[in-house]
């Protein structure tokens, strides 16, 4: 692994050295930036009691202090706005805005609560800020808005997000994300999950060796899904990461810093729960799903060490009918910090976490005809160390140190009764040879195995520090990165006399992954970040560049290797309080194993066949053709990023508008393509009584067969553009109840820039003379969407209420650019004949025009849809509180008629109701 990765740095000297001289230059660069004093006291809400102990933490800066006997903390921090959170073992708080001013003291008052509902200050909303080391469109998640959400997963949390929808909770099914994109196509869909990066606890979650697939029988559509739960080749399963292990989320939907690597869509960024927390029950109930946490913490992590423990069991069904169909998951988390020289800026965090899952379908004891049975059993041990150290705390020059390592133990089954149509022979070849083979039995029971171990190494280097002179400050940050992922299961394996469903002459045969080659990455990143004020304008630059290599272990490097990735995010203010801001950046995602190399296909052609009565004298000859479908040079996808808008605070209100365009170019897809594949038809020379026949080898008949076979391609394209508008307002006319609007229309446009074959003639009885070759169509859809959020906030009788007003406005879907004619044909030979898109098919080549449905093309825009959710929060004191949630409250499921298919469509999620109790074990003093 080692001498791969060093291989890989030494092959591309130049470009790293480079940004090695930008690293080691950063620690020269920064000087003592310009800084002011925050101090505060903490106090009992209730008593104005001092409280000692809080931990007090700054962002952007990363800056902790710590409470005294008497609650007073004092802490110098960088000249500018800043969001203060505190956190206390027995007490809950809140989160504000604090601006530091250079040479001065701010003076802060922070209020604690025993519970957060009895604080008045509660925020059950995605906070859009730019209090973050990013500069590009942030929302921001906070533990108390997590609380107040019916959420068991961090998909749920993201419904918080502009453009995504509210749906019920649940765990059946895999969960993906979908940033600043709408549904088009299945495989836009995965490339926009596949490209967005999860950060958890400072280390990126891998799911690049994933290979928990199966081989797409050739009348499915090609690229369809196995038929046990996985997310092989599509973003990582956001069911994995539970609502109740997260302390904070930052889901970054514009241009991120340099800093992140190996994303093309979003990047969120997840930090979970750690540090002093009184033990504490949660449970949740609800038709579909039943979940408990237990969570707690010693010690603050600031001034001595901290250690955090928290534990989470869910049992999941589609529907509460159907026991047969269960998701089970079981997370672990122990969470371990250091401070190091007693201070706050210097320490050493060590995360260990287990996480295992059950996505089952058991066996009906009623399907004694088909046996069907299913299941994906996966296991994670992930081990997260993180080290910060602080030589100048005037400057903030750090070095901070992480590594991953993530191991799984994926195994994945599936049975059913196979039946033929009639005998069919079985081959064992593994090469291209002619061998005699088997008459398989015309009716067994399949059973597949499917073993990944995927193993997942990340390590990161990272310097940064700030600096000052006269009306600027900056924070230079470098670093470098490597990734080293690879899988070494057993793989898919079975009885070769009782394969899967396979047809049209497709033999299958198992497949170790253990001979794959690993994926490697390394990238180097530097990004400087400006800030400065001309009269009484603020002005803002963040430039980035960052360079990643992408390897696969044993293969010659090329250039094409290398990917350099600027970007850039500005912001000026163009009025008092009103912000312009503008960012551009490049993306890239790397191709997972399971499309760099899918492995080969086999096809077992009849040449000879004589079945008897007499097993002694049947024989078949088969002529093992193999296709390898392995693509090893496929290159990363990228992505290109603009977006413009403006932030404005009116008195007790923000205002966030962003207007973006994204277009991702050469992402991934899955291609049937027809390959032609030449062997020999023998004929019977005699045949002699209780042997098999004599084959007459001298006078074959030479033949082509036309196979088809399911192969990545890296020609899809997607285009997204819109518009997002979030409103944030807080105790409106002086009355307890707070509103959050926010809008989002979104455009995207999904397509491939390649060519398909019409392979549908294939499945025929006969094989047609030519089989023509067409340009794809795209699929357009847009919607505006908007959600108003009404929270009532009543902190003496500790009740929260949460008034949900969902509306999708606009939801168009149409496929566009439909061309018929086909622009050349493969004829039965295998030969390709193109003649473009503007002129007309040789003469001899019949009318082979795409036949669509006479409605295929019609635009389908359903009317308005609402969707009312209420949420219900009280406390009940000494550290207890429940929720009533019910979702579509007033069970409004209007149906449409599909314009294309005719068909009644039900809209709008159905009424679902749940119920969560949470209750802190003891009170701490």
Same mark, same amino acid.
């Given at each position: 692994?080692?001498?791969?990765i060093l291989?890989?740095?030494?092959?591309?000297?130049p470009?790293?050295l480079?940004?090695?001289i930008v690293?080691?230059r950063v620690?020269v660069l920064v000087?003592?930036?310009?800084?002011?004093?925050v101090?505060?006291k903490?106090?009992l809400?209730?008593h104005?009691?001092p409280?000692a102990?809080?931990?007090?933490?700054f962002?952007?800066?990363?800056r902790?202090a710590?409470?005294?006997?008497? @609650?007073?903390?004092? $802490?110098?921090l960088p000249?500018?706005?800043?969001?203060?959170?505190?956190?206390?073992?027995?007490?809950h708080?809140?989160?504000?805005?604090?601006i530091?001013v250079?040479?001065?003291?701010?003076?802060?008052?922070?209020r604690?609560?025993?519970?957060e509902l009895?604080?008045?200050?509660?925020r059950?909303t995605?906070r859009?800020?730019r209090?973050?080391s990013?500069a590009?469109?942030?929302?921001?998640?906070?533990?108390?808005?997590i609380?107040?959400l019916?959420?068991?997963s961090l998909?749920d949390?993201?419904?918080?997000i502009p453009?995504?929808?509210a749906v019920?909770?649940?765990?059946?099914?895999?969960q993906?994300?979908?940033i600043?994109?709408v549904?088009?196509?299945?495989?836009?869909a995965?490339?926009?999950?596949? @490209?967005?990066?999860?950060?958890?606890?400072g280390a990126?979650?891998?799911n690049n060796?994933n290979?928990?697939?199966?081989?797409?029988i050739?009348?499915a559509?090609p690229?369809?899904?196995?038929?046990?739960?996985?997310v092989?080749?599509?973003?990582?399963?956001?069911?994995?990461?539970p609502?109740?292990?997260?302390?904070?989320?930052e889901?970054i939907?514009?241009?991120?810093?340099?800093? /992140?690597?190996d994303?093309?869509?979003g990047t969120i960024l997840?930090?979970?729960?750690?540090?002093a927390?009184r033990?504490?029950l949660?449970v949740?109930?609800s038709?579909?799903?039943?979940e408990?946490?237990?969570?707690?913490?010693?010690?603050?992590?600031?001034?001595?060490?901290?250690?955090?423990?928290?534990?989470?069991?869910?049992?999941?069904?589609q529907?509460?009918r159907?026991?047969?169909?269960n998701?089970y998951?079981?997370?672990?988390?122990?969470t371990?910090?250091?401070?190091?020289f007693?201070?706050p800026s210097?320490f050493?965090?060590?995360t260990?976490?287990f996480?295992?899952?059950?996505?089952e379908?058991?066996k009906?004891p009623?399907?004694?005809?088909y046996?069907r049975?299913?299941?994906?059993?996966d296991?994670?041990?992930?081990?997260?160390?993180q080290?910060? /150290?602080?030589?100048k705390?005037?400057?903030?020059?750090?070095l901070?140190?992480?590594?991953?390592?993530?191991?799984d133990?994926?195994?994945?089954?599936?049975q059913?009764?196979?039946?033929?149509?009639g005998?069919?022979p079985?081959?064992?070849?593994?090469?291209?040879t002619?061998?005699p083979?088997?008459?398989g039995?015309v009716?067994?029971l399949?059973?597949?195995n499917?073993q990944?171990r995927?193993v997942?190494?990340?390590?990161?280097?990272?310097?940064s520090?700030r600096?000052?002179?006269t @009306?600027? %400050?900056?924070l230079?940050?470098?670093?470098?990165?490597?990734?080293h992922?690879?899988?070494s299961?057993?793989?898919?394996?079975?009885?070769?006399?009782?394969?899967?469903?396979?047809?049209y002459?497709?033999?299958d045969?198992p497949?170790?992954?253990?001979?794959?080659?690993?994926?490697?990455q390394?990238?180097?990143?530097a990004?400087?970040?400006?800030?400065?004020?001309?009269g009484?304008r603020v002005?803002?630059?963040?430039v980035?560049? $960052?360079?990643?290599i992408?390897?696969?272990?044993g293969?010659?490097?090329?250039?094409?290797?290398?990917?350099?990735?600027?970007?850039?995010?500005a912001?000026?203010e163009i009025l008092p309080d009103?912000h312009?801001?503008?960012?551009?950046?490049?993306?890239?995602?790397?191709?997972?194993?399971?499309?760099?190399?899918?492995?080969t296909?086999?096809?077992?052609?009849?040449?000879?066949s004589y079945y008897a009565e007499?097993?002694?004298?049947?024989l078949?000859?088969?002529?093992?053709?193999?296709?390898?479908?392995?693509?090893p040079?496929?290159?990363?996808?990228t992505?290109?990023?603009y977006?413009?808008?403006?932030?404005w %605070?009116?008195?007790?209100?923000?205002i966030f508008?962003?207007?973006?365009f994204?277009?991702?170019?050469?992402?991934?897809g899955?291609?049937r393509i027809?390959v032609?594949l030449?062997?020999?038809?023998?004929?019977a020379?005699a045949f002699?009584?209780?042997?098999?026949?004599?084959v007459?080898?001298?006078?074959?008949?030479?033949r082509?067969?036309l196979?088809?076979v399911?192969?990545?391609?890296?020609?899809?394209?997607?285009?997204?553009?819109?518009?997002?508008?979030?409103t944030?307002a807080?105790?409106?006319?002086?009355?307890p109840?707070?509103?959050?609007?926010?809008a989002?229309?979104?455009?995207?446009?999904?397509?491939?820039t390649?060519?398909?074959?019409?392979?549908?003639?294939l499945f025929?009885?006969t094989?047609?003379e030519?089989l023509g070759i067409?340009?794809?169509?795209?699929?357009?859809r847009?919607?505006?969407?908007?959600?108003?959020?009404?929270i009532?906030?009543?902190?003496?009788?500790g009740?929260?209420l949460?008034v949900l007003?969902?509306?999708?406005?606009?939801?168009r879907? %149409?496929p566009?650019?439909?061309?018929?004619?086909?622009?050349?044909?493969?004829?039965?030979?295998?030969?390709?004949l193109l003649?473009?898109?503007?002129q007309?098919p040789?003469?001899?080549?019949?009318?082979l025009?795409l036949?669509f449905?006479?409605?295929f093309d019609?635009?389908?825009?359903?009317?308005?849809?609402?969707?009312?959710?209420?949420?219900?929060?009280?406390?009940? @004191?000494?550290?207890?509180?429940?929720?009533?949630y019910?979702?579509?409250?007033?069970?409004?499921?209007?149906?449409?008629r599909?314009?294309?298919?005719q068909?009644?469509?039900?809209?709008?999620?159905?009424?679902?109701f749940?119920f969560?109790?949470s209750?802190?074990l003891?009170r701490?003093?």
């Amino acid at each position: 692994m080692y001498r791969d990765i060093l291989y890989t740095v030494l092959s591309y000297k130049p470009v790293f050295l480079l940004l090695l001289i930008v690293l080691i230059r950063v620690p020269v660069l920064v000087a003592q930036s310009q800084q002011g004093v925050v101090c505060g006291k903490a106090v009992l809400a209730e008593h104005n009691d001092p409280v000692a102990g809080v931990v007090v933490w700054f962002e952007p800066a990363e800056r902790a202090a710590v409470t005294d006997a008497d @609650g007073f903390f004092c $802490r110098a921090l960088p000249a500018g706005q800043s969001a203060m959170s505190v956190r206390h073992l027995a007490y809950h708080g809140s989160t504000q805005a604090v601006i530091v001013v250079q040479g001065d003291t701010t003076h802060v008052h922070i209020r604690l609560a025993w519970q957060e509902l009895e604080l008045g200050e509660i925020r059950v909303t995605a906070r859009s800020s730019r209090n973050t080391s990013e500069a590009g469109s942030v929302s921001v998640v906070e533990r108390a808005a997590i609380d107040h959400l019916q959420a068991s997963s961090l998909a749920d949390i993201l419904q918080l997000i502009p453009g995504q929808l509210a749906v019920n909770p649940g765990l059946s099914g895999a969960q993906q994300a979908l940033i600043r994109q709408v549904p088009t196509t299945a495989e836009a869909a995965r490339n926009n999950a596949l @490209g967005t990066s999860i950060i958890l606890d400072g280390a990126p979650v891998s799911n690049n060796a994933n290979l928990q697939q199966d081989v797409t029988i050739l009348n499915a559509s090609p690229g369809s899904l196995p038929p046990f739960s996985s997310v092989a080749g599509r973003g990582t399963d956001l069911r994995d990461i539970p609502a109740d292990l997260i302390e904070r989320v930052e889901v970054i939907r514009g241009i991120p810093s340099a800093r /992140h690597g190996d994303v093309a869509a979003g990047t969120i960024l997840v930090q979970t729960r750690g540090g002093a927390m009184r033990p504490a029950l949660q449970v949740r109930f609800s038709p579909t799903l039943t979940e408990a946490s237990f969570r707690t913490g010693f010690g603050d992590g600031v001034r001595r060490r901290g250690i955090s423990i928290a534990s989470n069991l869910s049992a999941a069904q589609q529907d509460p009918r159907e026991e047969l169909q269960n998701y089970y998951r079981l997370n672990q988390q122990i969470t371990y910090t250091q401070p190091w020289f007693s201070s706050p800026s210097t320490f050493t965090t060590i995360t260990a976490s287990f996480l295992g899952t059950l996505d089952e379908r058991r066996k009906d004891p009623d399907d004694i005809r088909y046996q069907r049975e299913r299941y994906s059993r996966d296991r994670q041990l992930r081990l997260n160390v993180q080290h910060q /150290h602080t030589f100048k705390e005037e400057n903030d020059l750090r070095l901070r140190l992480v590594y991953r390592l993530q191991q799984d133990w994926q195994d994945s089954y599936f049975q059913e009764m196979v039946t033929r149509g009639g005998l069919f022979p079985l081959s064992t070849s593994i090469s291209d040879t002619l061998a005699p083979g088997d008459f398989g039995p015309v009716e067994y029971l399949n059973q597949t195995n499917v073993q990944g171990r995927p193993v997942s190494h990340y390590a990161r280097a990272e310097i940064s520090g700030r600096w000052a002179t006269t @009306g600027l %400050q900056g924070l230079a940050v470098a670093g470098s990165e490597i990734r080293h992922e690879s899988n070494s299961g057993t793989g898919r394996q079975f009885d070769l006399l009782r394969p899967p469903r396979q047809n049209y002459n497709v033999g299958d045969r198992p497949r170790s992954f253990s001979e794959i080659p690993a994926l490697i990455q390394v990238g180097l990143y530097a990004d400087h970040r400006l800030a400065g004020k001309a009269g009484w304008r603020v002005a803002m630059l963040q430039v980035g560049l $960052r360079a990643d290599i992408i390897q696969t272990s044993g293969r010659k490097r090329t250039r094409d290797d290398l990917y350099l990735q600027p970007r850039v995010n500005a912001s000026i203010e163009i009025l008092p309080d009103l912000h312009l801001h503008g960012g551009y950046g490049k993306m890239t995602k790397a191709p997972t194993l399971s499309y760099l190399f899918p492995g080969t296909r086999y096809f077992d052609l009849v040449s000879f066949s004589y079945y008897a009565e007499n097993p002694d004298e049947r024989l078949v000859l088969l002529s093992t053709r193999l296709v390898d479908t392995n693509q090893p040079n496929l290159p990363a996808y990228t992505t290109t990023k603009y977006e413009t808008g403006l932030q404005w %605070q009116i008195r007790n209100a923000d205002i966030f508008l962003s207007v973006f365009f994204e277009e991702i170019d050469g992402a991934y897809g899955t291609d049937r393509i027809v390959v032609p594949l030449q062997f020999d038809r023998y004929h019977a020379g005699a045949f002699p009584a209780g042997s098999p026949p004599e084959v007459d080898f001298d006078n074959p008949e030479s033949r082509i067969f036309l196979g088809m076979v399911d192969q990545p391609a890296n020609t899809r394209f997607v285009t997204n553009r819109g518009l997002e508008l979030v409103t944030e307002a807080d105790r409106m006319f002086q009355s307890p109840i707070s509103v959050q609007l926010s809008a989002a229309w979104i455009h995207s446009r999904a397509g491939d820039t390649g060519t398909f074959v019409n392979t549908s003639p294939l499945f025929g009885a006969t094989v047609p003379e030519f089989l023509g070759i067409y340009r794809n169509y795209d699929t357009e859809r847009d919607r505006l969407t908007t959600s108003v959020r009404l929270i009532g906030q009543l902190p003496d009788a500790g009740l929260v209420l949460t008034v949900l007003a969902q509306t999708i406005w606009l939801d168009r879907n %149409q496929p566009t650019r439909i061309q018929t004619q086909p622009i050349g044909v493969v004829d039965r030979a295998g030969n390709t004949l193109l003649w473009g898109d503007q002129q007309t098919p040789p003469d001899g080549i019949p009318d082979l025009q795409l036949q669509f449905g006479e409605r295929f093309d019609l635009q389908e825009s359903p009317p308005p849809l609402w969707l009312f959710n209420l949420r219900v929060s009280k406390s009940l @004191g000494r550290g207890m509180q429940t929720s009533v949630y019910i979702n579509n409250i007033f069970a409004s499921r209007p149906a449409y008629r599909s314009v294309r298919s005719q068909t009644l469509i039900q809209r709008n999620q159905p009424i679902f109701f749940g119920f969560d109790f949470s209750a802190q074990l003891r009170r701490f003093n």
